[in-house]
């Protein structure tokens, strides 16, 4: 049974970076799939912020790309989120999720961690 | 950037009705579309997936159709657990994009 957990401070001043880990159980990350991040603003819908795939190779929505970076540590069977230079905006609950291949493009999310939410305030 | 609507923004229904949610894509986006259900607090599970396709251990009563732009979700007999919020997620073209939700109340 794959598990999902985000762990990170849930509280974040502005203008620094936020990091969150996902830590991968009862699933290895290097078996072909993409994992992703999303999350969800308070009482606002999802957004999706990017994936990885084990070979390294990123995706991430336009509007965060310039602030985003994603990485992997197969090692721990984990992967990472850091955004830098939050604002108030980026408060939010983040989800980490596996991302399905079908028909061997990026698809819809099958697992998610239970999420983690994030404030940033000074 | 590919927009997702969905109607209604909400509804109440009773246990055993028949519920409908749609979803409207802003381009054509043949049958990239999975639907989630999100409890409050919770992480969204999904549901359906490539519009029609019923994700594994999803109860029967979950049926979905459509392709192109708009895409329905039916819940043939709702349940109790059945209240919450469902979306849609398009994965035709990036950056991949949710629906605003709808959220359902059991009367």
Redesign the interface.
């Known amino acids: 049974q794959v598990q999902l957990q985000e762990s990170g401070p849930g509280l974040v001043k502005p203008s620094e970076t936020l990091s969150l880990t996902c830590s991968v159980s009862g699933f290895s990350i290097s078996s072909g799939y993409f994992w992703g991040w999303?999350r969800q603003p308070p009482g606002?819908?999802?957004?999706?912020i990017g994936s990885i795939y084990q070979t390294g190779t990123t995706?991430y929505?336009?509007?965060l790309k310039s602030r985003v970076t994603q990485s992997l540590d197969m090692s721990k069977n984990q992967f990472s989120l850091q955004l830098n230079s939050v604002t108030a905006a980026d408060t939010a609950v983040y989800?980490c999720?596996r991302q399905?291949l079908?028909l061997g493009?990026?698809?819809?999310?099958?697992n998610?961690?239970?999420?983690t939410p994030v404030t940033v305030s000074s | 950037?590919i927009q997702l609507t969905q109607s209604p923004s909400s509804l109440s229904a009773s246990v055993g009705d028949r519920v409908t949610i749609t979803c409207r894509a802003s381009q054509g986006i043949s049958s990239?579309l999975?639907w989630y259900h999100q409890k409050p607090g919770?992480?969204?599970?999904?549901l359906i997936?490539?519009a029609s396709s019923l994700?594994s251990g999803v109860p029967s009563r979950f049926s979905g159709s459509g392709s192109g732009t708009d895409f329905t979700l039916t819940i043939s007999s709702l349940q109790p657990e059945d209240f919450g919020t469902y979306?849609c997620?398009q994965?035709n073209s990036?950056?991949?994009?949710?629906?605003?939700?709808t959220k359902l109340d059991i009367k």
């Not at chain 1, 606002?44 to 999706?48: A, C, I, T």
């Not at chain 2, 919770?42 to 999904?46: D, F, I, S, Y």
């Not at chain 2, 990036?94 to 939700?101: A, E, L, N, V």
């Open positions: 999303i606002k819908g999802l957004e999706w995706y929505t336009p509007s989800y999720a399905r079908y493009e990026l698809s819809y999310f099958d998610w961690g239970q999420g | 950037a990239a999975a919770k992480a969204p599970k999904v997936y490539d994700e979306c997620q994965f990036y950056p991949f994009s949710f629906g605003p939700g």
